[in-house]
């Protein structure tokens, strides 16, 4: 199944996303889509061929929206078109202040007669036809695609305002006790005005959030420089061109240093604070700084094939994907919406019932159902979780922490469990080989031939040990937890009892005492078979990562279970789980064991799984959620939710930290979104009445507006306590 991004412009709330999903699902091959009105992406998945762009775009224009073509959609920046949004709302909502201005001021003075009803209701019809129009285009796109949403309810309410405005001045019909003509002109005026303003607010907040993906784009240089002088744009600069970066400047490809050396701020991408010298023959990457020297770099990958454009398209769809909280929030504006149609029904067939059933009970039934439908629109409950998923993952960008998916820091706020492996994740994945036993003659070199085919960090220490061997020949091939078997000339056998196991090479005793023996010790171990034989046990030890045992530490006195699963031997897993602290122990693991064990653990409760190897893979994709720690292999990084750029054990506990922070946001921002549309709705429908007090539809909108305010507010306030929280928790 193949999965694509689409960009459209118009969306401006849940409902708006869910009549674009509903009508891309209807194309033959689509088989699910997801769009965010947030960012104004949608990803479909489907079978076979992608549908013809025409196609897609048709299915979009009928949902009342527009697709932007592929080439606009990778120039624009999702922050840069809230912002503009945001423009264009608070443009509309000052238009609106202007037009209704009369009537405002006719409901404090009393004028409702004659005239001025009539250049009321002029103005009214001007205003729909200016600032309330966008609403009418979306009620009528949402009937056509069977979605009552909020431009349904909103247009019914404004149009209603308008007609009864009318029909009132017209034929001077009788109006109920407290209920005046402005009710109607009001109506007809102000939820527009009103609406637009929350609008104006949403986007604003939007664009806000959006900020830690403005900030990778901004880091992307515009120019580069090549060696012989020319400028020209980077977009043009192609895989093997040579570009000169002087100090000052942002390095415009990824690449190879050639010549120069010069410190690098690599800050905004690591999350390392300092700069790190690149010299010739170091990788360099797009966006980078160099605070001095000069640097000729040879283009490996360019534009959209960048490490940076990477990270920028796993962020961006990381805040696009829908944690499980924004689903249960989309359930309750399914629901919310049918339900508060039913109650202004209801509630406007009970006050016509109960008021005579003549024209002014008609009018009072119509002024309550007006009130109720404009309030049954919950346009805040669109906004609450994106706005803080948003902002937590550009906080945690900022320090480091990659989050590719939307639920991760959902998931890892709740994690009850959390299971960690070993070689590289506990330890620094730099292991260094302690003894060494021969039987026979020593054959050094047998070694150094295993260093050189094998990046298996086993492998690394024996080549800082016996170096590796130029010109190596024959294949190598990798068994993932078990080792490597070199073929087409003398054949090696390199990795753990098992494997030698598998190849049916017998252990001698004197052999299999020292692999005792070290194990003891807590050593890793392997073996090396030459020809069919066993020749030698090589004993390694890694040493633990700084400040693991603390975060360890702080995990349990949080009350987290804390797991050890690695594929070393037992004892060498619990001596590591001995000095690190954890709760649980297993060694001796194969990476289906660890998934396995996993599935397990979920049994339990939620698990997060952290780990850095290929053999992690499996668990990492099994686990609710899965941590990879930066430094280890591109297969961990790409299975994993959240990426430890660092590397750093401590930015485990950073990252539940973030989590908890934006889960308690979206919980709050959740109740702001329905508390003012839910104590509105029984004044709406006049259940106080008795008590002189009533809200108005245009009063109904302003209660839309308050809940808006109030979820931008708490976002804005998130933001503001991430920036405040400490770089390690």
């Known amino acids: 199944m193949g999965t694509a991004t689409l960009k459209v412009d118009g969306m401006t709330c849940a409902h708006c996303a869910r009549t674009v999903e509903k009508q891309l699902c209807s194309l033959p091959g689509i088989q699910a889509a997801e769009a965010s009105f947030a960012t104004g992406s949608v990803q479909v998945r489907f079978e076979g061929a992608l549908p013809a762009r025409e196609v897609l775009g048709g299915a979009v224009q009928r949902a009342g929206y527009r697709l932007i073509d592929e080439e606009q959609a990778r120039r624009r920046d999702p922050a840069s078109e809230q912002a503009k949004a945001a423009r264009h709302e608070l443009r509309m909502f000052a ?163 050639i010549a120069g050396e010069c410190d690098v701020d690599e800050s905004l991408l690591t999350g390392e604070s300092l700069p790190v010298v690149r010299k010739t023959g170091d990788a360099v990457r797009t966006g980078t700084f160099a605070t001095n020297g000069r640097l000729e770099v040879e283009a490996t990958a360019v534009g959209g094939t960048t490490a940076l454009a990477r990270i920028t398209r796993m962020v961006e769809e990381a805040q696009q994907a829908k944690a499980p909280i924004q689903r249960f929030a989309d359930r309750v504006s399914n629901l919310f919406v049918p339900a508060v149609v039913a109650v202004a029904v209801v509630s406007g067939g009970l006050w016509w019932l109960l008021s005579g ?188 990562r700084p400040g693991t045992r603390e975060s360890i530490g702080a995990l349990r006195e949080a009350g987290i279970h804390t797991v050890l699963i690695s594929g070393d031997h037992d004892l060498a897993a619990r001596r590591v789980g001995s000095e690190v602290g954890v709760d649980e122990v297993y060694g001796g693991v194969s990476p289906k064991g660890k998934l396995e064990r996993i599935q397990s653990l979920r049994r339990q409760g939620l698990v997060a799984f952290v780990g850095d190897g290929i053999n992690d893979a499996p668990a990492l994709a099994q686990a609710d959620v899965g941590v990879a720690v930066g430094g280890g292999s591109d297969v961990a990084k790409e299975t994993g939710d959240l990426v430890l750029m660092r590397g750093e054990m401590s930015d485990v506990l950073l990252a539940r930290e973030l989590g908890r922070r934006t889960l308690r946001a979206i919980r709050q921002n959740l109740f702001l979104s329905l508390i003012y549309n839910t104590l509105g709705i029984p004044l709406a429908a006049g259940a106080l009445v008795w008590a002189g007090v009533f809200l108005p539809p245009s009063f109904a909108a302003l209660a839309m507006v308050l809940s808006d305010l109030s979820v931008a507010a708490n976002s804005a306030r998130l933001a503001a306590e991430l920036r405040r929280l400490k770089g390690r928790t």
């Not at 130029?470 to 080792?483: H, I, M």
Request: net charge neutral; with cysteine; proline share 3%.
């Open 357 to 544: 059933m003549d024209t002014a009970a008609a009018m009072r039934a119509v002024t309550h159902t007006m009130a109720v439908l404009v309030i049954a629109c919950p346009c805040a409950l669109g906004l609450a979780t994106p706005a803080a998923v948003m902002i937590g993952s550009g906080a945690a960008l900022r320090r480091g922490l990659l989050v590719k998916n939307g639920a991760a820091l959902e998931q890892i706020a709740r994690a009850r469990i959390f299971a960690f492996d070993k070689t590289g994740t506990l330890t620094l994945g730099r292991p260094e080989v302690t003894d060494v036993a021969w039987l026979g003659a020593p054959r050094e070199e047998a070694l150094a031939l295993i260093a050189a085919v094998s990046r298996h960090p086993f492998s690394q220490a024996l080549a800082r040990r016996y170096g590796a061997a130029s010109g190596a020949g024959g294949k190598a091939f990798e068994l993932a937890g078990k080792g490597v078997i070199v073929s087409g000339g003398e054949e090696l056998v390199f990795g753990t009892p098992a494997l030698l196991a598998e190849q049916e090479i017998a252990l001698p005793g004197e052999l299999e005492r020292e692999v005792e023996r070290l194990r003891t010790l807590g050593d890793s171990v392997s073996l090396l078979a030459i020809e069919g034989e066993a020749r030698t046990v090589v004993g390694f030890r890694d040493a633990v």
């Open 95 to 257: 238009l609106g202040l202007v037009l209704s201005a009369p009537v405002i001021a006719g409901h404090f003075i009393h004028l409702h007669e004659g005239w001025w009803d009539w250049a009321t209701l002029g103005l009214a019809a001007l205003l729909q036809l200016t600032v309330g129009a966008t609403y009418y285009r979306g009620a009528w796109a949402g009937l056509r695609a069977g979605n009552l949403g909020m431009d349904v309810l909103v247009s019914i309410g404004m149009a209603s305002g308008l007609f009864f405005g009318l029909l009132v001045t017209i034929f001077d019909w009788p109006l109920p006790q407290g209920i005046e003509k402005a009710v109607f002109h009001e109506a007809a005026t102000l939820i527009a005005v009103f609406i637009r303003f929350g609008k104006y607010i949403e986007a604003r907040a939007r664009g806000q959030a959006l900020g830690a993906l403005r900030s990778l784009l901004e880091l992307a240089p515009q120019q580069a420089r090549l060696k012989d002088g020319r400028e020209l744009p980077a977009a043009e600069v192609q895989v093997g061109d040579v570009i000169v970066v002087a100090a000052g400047e942002r390095i415009a490809v990824d690449g190879r240093v």
